[in-house]
């Protein structure tokens, strides 16, 4: 028997054959059901095999895996901690404690709530000949920038580190060989709505303006560095952190650089997915963002605190650099150089991106450049589009926000402030949050008339409740009600000036029309579903409308809203 063991063999399918096998299990569906389009506009396929890869790449498939690895630096995903406090004494306290427990990169950002005073800049100075920084500063002139005169001239050289500054400002430190101060920073645009593709490509955009104004392409690869937000895809945020170095060795042999030039990727989770309510799903997300980051081959990464939208606490920022130093030390991740190379999917995914990113980098070229194309209002009209399509896939559940757009507390007690250096991002959770305000703040009653058995009725009642909960509303729920006439003493009785009819398709039609006839007129109604043949009958008869999957949640319950607002006049 063990020597029969020894010779079985597991045979491959070829694509078409599990192609067939998925027909025939789709019992009529087309096969086009199972692809799935994303923001960049790739289709996604249902299966991914070698076969498949080899067929899209053939001998480009080696040469993108030795690219990604021979440009992936020594020290790869060292952890960039970031200091918040309201005082210096704070300050330096608190990066004293995160140094000691795993933070690897000084992490400052200049807008603080003390003065960045000589004295508070010479201590800061002290720390810059032992460890390497990251600070993001408003512009030239900004006062956190005088800590570099306070570093001995004997010391400079080995001073290493980024500053991060709003394009199109640049720092110019010449004293300092080993501080990188060109970065093309994509978060602005990420922060803005950007997807995948249009990220890389303005990485791109922003290196050639750059790289054009310096006296060599060897003396600006000395001072640059990429910059991204790292969002809640996994997948795409992979094959994106690696899509840019397979970029970078084509942008640098169109300056004549045939050897690899290693650039540094600093990378942080992203804000754009973060959400004021249940504020602990953002560590999750960071969690995946950031493991993201560490399996894509970033080189310096920051974890926001999961409240950092509001303040950050002393816990958050422990547990925020603690997922850091978890992914990095339990992981083993680390001990494999670019652990994603080979996956069929990632793979192919990373050449796609490549393919066009490079192609709207050279749209970009040929407009003029970054300058001409920003002007033009071309970019902003391409980075709107991208937040509007964003937007109403969370708005529509195409994409899920936990707690915000499915699965939310509305118990949870929103947060009214906004630190200020975030106020500004474009997340997609900012109009749930605004509409859960203003309902909460009208004290907004609603309900939910169940029709028919709890069986028969309950799912839809369950539908209608998570919807409604996205913003903040718990609707008064009718025990499971069999006529008309019991209908209307529940609708006569309940404080709810907005109620959804919830049954199932045959209990709807038999009871709704005469619901209708005798509903009291302050009092507005929907029917959970949809129902094309009854609509135009119902709605002539004082149904206010419908409730269904797919419907755009805020544009739905904003309708309502304002509908409530006249009634109540």
Do not use: C
């Not at 005082?87 to 427990?101: G, P």
């Not at 992490?107 to 460890?131: K, P």
């Not at 209908?487 to 045959?506: Q, S």
């Amino acid at each position: 028997m063990s020597n029969n063991m020894k010779n079985i063999e597991f045979e491959m399918p070829s694509y078409s054959e599990w192609q067939d096998a998925a027909i025939k299990a789709l019992k009529g569906k087309p096969f086009e059901s199972l692809l799935t389009k994303t923001s960049e506009g790739i289709t996604l396929e249902p299966l991914y095999t070698q076969e498949s890869l080899v067929a899209k790449l053939g001998e480009e498939l080696d040469k993108q895996v030795a690219t990604i690895r021979s440009l992936q630096n020594n020290e790869a995903f060292r952890v960039a901690q970031q200091i918040y406090a309201e005082t210096s004494e704070a300050f330096f306290a608190q990066l004293d404690d995160s140094l000691a427990r795993g933070n690897e990169v000084v992490t400052i950002d200049s807008h603080v709530n003390f003065e960045w005073t000589e004295e508070v800049v010479a201590q800061l100075a002290t720390y810059f000949s032992e460890y390497s920084f990251k600070m993001s500063v408003e512009n030239s002139k900004d006062p956190l920038l005088a800590v570099f005169d306070k570093i001995a001239v004997d010391q400079r050289e080995a001073v290493k580190g980024f500053i991060v500054s709003k394009y199109p400002i640049s720092i110019s430190l010449n004293d300092f060989p080993s501080v990188r101060s060109i970065g093309a920073d994509t978060t602005v645009y990420h922060n803005e709505g950007a997807n995948a593709v249009q990220e890389l490509a303005y990485a791109l955009a922003l290196a050639a303006k750059y790289a054009n104004q310096e006296e060599s392409f060897e003396a600006f690869a000395k001072k640059f560095y990429v910059s991204f937000a790292v969002d809640t895809q996994f997948f795409t945020e992979i094959a994106k952190l690696r899509a840019f170095k397979v970029l970078w060795k084509a942008f640098s042999s169109a300056y004549g650089v045939t050897n690899g030039v290693k650039v540094p990727t600093i990378a942080e989770t992203s804000l754009r997915s973060f959400s004021k309510l249940d504020v602990y799903v953002n560590l999750l997300r960071s969690a995946n963002e950031a493991l993201s980051g560490l399996i894509g081959g970033a080189d310096v990464f920051t974890v926001h605190p999961h409240d950092a939208l509001t303040k950050p606490t002393d816990q958050s920022v422990r547990i925020a650099r603690n997922v850091s130093l978890i992914l990095k030390e339990e992981t083993n991740v680390l001990k494999v150089i670019d652990p994603a190379g080979g996956s069929y999917f990632i793979e192919s995914l990373t050449a796609d991106f490549v393919k066009e990113a490079w192609a709207l980098f050279l749209e970009i070229e040929a407009a003029g450049g970054i300058d001409a194309y920003t002007v033009s209002g071309k970019l902003m009209e391409e980075l709107e589009k991208s937040y509007q399509a964003r937007i109403k896939a969370v708005q529509t559940r195409k994409q899920s926000l936990i707690g915000t757009n499915i699965y939310a507390n509305p118990a949870d007690v929103l947060e009214s402030a906004t630190n200020p250096a975030f106020a500004e991002i474009k997340r997609i959770a900012k109009p749930f949050e605004q509409l859960r305000a203003e309902m909460t703040a009208a004290n907004v009653k609603t309900g939910i008339l169940a029709l028919g058995t709890l069986k028969n009725s309950k799912p839809r009642a369950d539908f209608v409740s998570g919807f409604l909960n996205t913003v903040g509303l718990v609707p008064e729920k009718s025990e499971p009600i069999a006529t008309a006439e019991e209908a209307l003493a529940w609708l006569n009785a309940t404080e709810a000036t907005y109620v959804v009819i919830a049954g199932n398709d045959d209990d709807t039609k038999e009871l709704v029309p005469a619901i209708l006839a005798g509903k009291p007129a302050n009092v507005i109604v929907d029917v959970a579903g949809k129902f094309k043949d009854e609509e135009e009958a119902w709605l002539a008869n004082g149904l206010n409308g419908f409730i269904f999957a797919g419907q755009n949640i805020i544009e739905k319950l904003n309708s309502v809203f304002a509908s409530m607002k006249e009634v109540q006049r």
